[in-house]
Nanobody, 125 residues
Framework: QVRLVESGGGSVQAGGSLRLSCAASEYTVGANYMGWFRQAPGKEREGVAYISTGGAFTVYADSVKGRFTVSQDNAKNTVYLQMNSLKPEDTAIYYC??????????????????WGQGTQVTVSS
């Protein structure tokens, strides 16, 4: 069965960096779109970024544009989210997702077939 496992979360001070990893099993990274989402306490889940099939292009939420970079390593079957210049408002549980059910509506609202368990990112001021 498909499994997505996030890692790399932790606690950093504002301005710091973290790199999240999403390792896939029984699923080929690059076979379809993959997304990164986050959910802060008391807030709805929001789309952070996605990478298209084969890594052809990437899209970012305005709140992270210029600071976060999504990439993939096909040899490791892993997708990454490099997060720089972190802010306290980036504090959330971060999830990766794979294989959108459909592409209707806004990309940040796409439903995905597979989700990871999440990794906590905490940014202190």
């Amino acid at each position: 069965q498909v499994r997505l496992v996030e890692s790399g979360g932790g606690s950093v001070q504002a301005g710091g960096s973290l790199r999240l990893s999403c390792a896939a099993s029984e699923y080929t990274v690059g076979a379809n779109y993959m997304g990164w989402f986050r959910q802060a306490p008391g807030k709805e889940r929001e789309g952070v970024a996605y990478i298209s099939t084969g890594g052809a292009f990437t899209v970012y939420a305005d709140s992270v544009k210029g600071r976060f970079t999504v990439s993939q390593d096909n040899a490791k079957n892993t997708v990454y989210l490099q997060m720089n210049s972190l802010k306290p408002e980036d504090t959330a549980i971060y999830y990766c997702a794979a294989d959108p059910v459909s592409f209707e509506g806004t990309w940040s609202n796409w439903k995905y077939n597979y989700w990871g368990q999440g990794t906590q990112v905490t940014v202190s001021s």
